[in-house]
T-cell receptor
Framework: QKEVEQNSGPLSVPEGAIASLNCTYS??????FFWYRQYSGKSPELIMF????GDKEDGRFTAQLNKASQYVSLLIRDSQPSDSATYLC???????????FGQGTTLQVKP | DTAVSQTPKYLVTQMGNDKSIKCEQN?????MYWYKQDSKKFLKIMFS???????INETVPNRFSPKSPDKAHLNLHINSLELGDSAVYFC???????????????FGNGTRLTVT
């Protein structure tokens, strides 16, 4: 079992729709969770981080964390073509302190 | 005012050569990292330094040797390059290590290494 798992996609949504990106992790001791966005040929950039169970909203983005289910998600409301990118879930291991990345989900927002 | 800068951006070289990638950050962070991103976009940590001390040393060939002359710099030297070393190498930095919560990683623009 991979430490951090994401569906590689591509996930295709129409412009204006809600895009839902999911991530599961194996280390129950994990405390910090991050979502990065990576455009093709560019470096990853931080979108959001979340530490506590529940939802955290920032503009069109909402991160959701459920530690009991070992599940973290990212919702993008009113998706725009400029949101088309690969979204990387990253989890800080409670044992080692390392930031472990998932393989990323490619999102395509069609005009 | 680049936060994390790495050079070169592209590196094309032949098998068996030795090459170095340099990284510098001006964010005042105390922790720096090297990540490797393969063709499937999977980002895997290689090394991490905190205050010039090596704290993460993943299972990578010992042909890869990091060096951190000070908190703001982390270089990566690769000996006897192989075809499988072709990838994008990202430098990153963050503040703090070992606590429950860390500041997020700030990535450099990456070095695309092609070994022919």
């Amino acid at each position: 079992q991979k430490e951090v798992e994401q569906n590689s996609g591509p996930l295709s949504v129409p412009e204006g729709a809600i895009a839902s990106l999911n991530c599961t992790y194996s280390d129950r001791g994990s405390q910090s969770f991050f979502w990065y966005r990576q455009y093709s040929g560019k470096s990853p950039e931080l979108i959001m981080f979340i530490y506590s169970n529940g939802d955290k909203e920032d503009g069109r983005f909402t991160a959701q964390l459920n530690k009991a289910s070992q599940y973290v998600s990212l919702l993008i409301r009113d998706s725009q073509p400029s949101d088309s990118a690969t979204y990387l879930c990253a989890v800080k291991s409670g044992n080692t302190g390392k930031l472990i990345f998932g393989q990323g989900t490619t999102l395509q927002v069609k005009p | 005012d680049t936060a994390v800068s790495q050079t070169p951006k592209y590196l094309v070289t032949q098998m068996g050569n030795d090459k170095s990638i340099k990284c510098e950050q001006n964010l005042g962070h105390d922790t720096m990292y090297w990540y490797k991103q393969d063709s499937k976009k999977f980002l895997k940590i290689m090394f991490s330094y905190n205050n010039k001390e090596l704290i993460i040393n993943e299972t990578v060939p010992n042909r890869f040797s990091p060096k951190s002359p000070d908190k703001a710099h982390l270089n990566l030297h690769i000996n006897s390059l192989e075809l499988g070393d072709s990838a994008v190498y990202f430098c990153a930095s963050s503040q703090g290590w070992g606590g429950m919560y860390n500041s997020p990683l700030h990535f450099g623009n990456g070095t695309r290494l092609t070994v022919t």
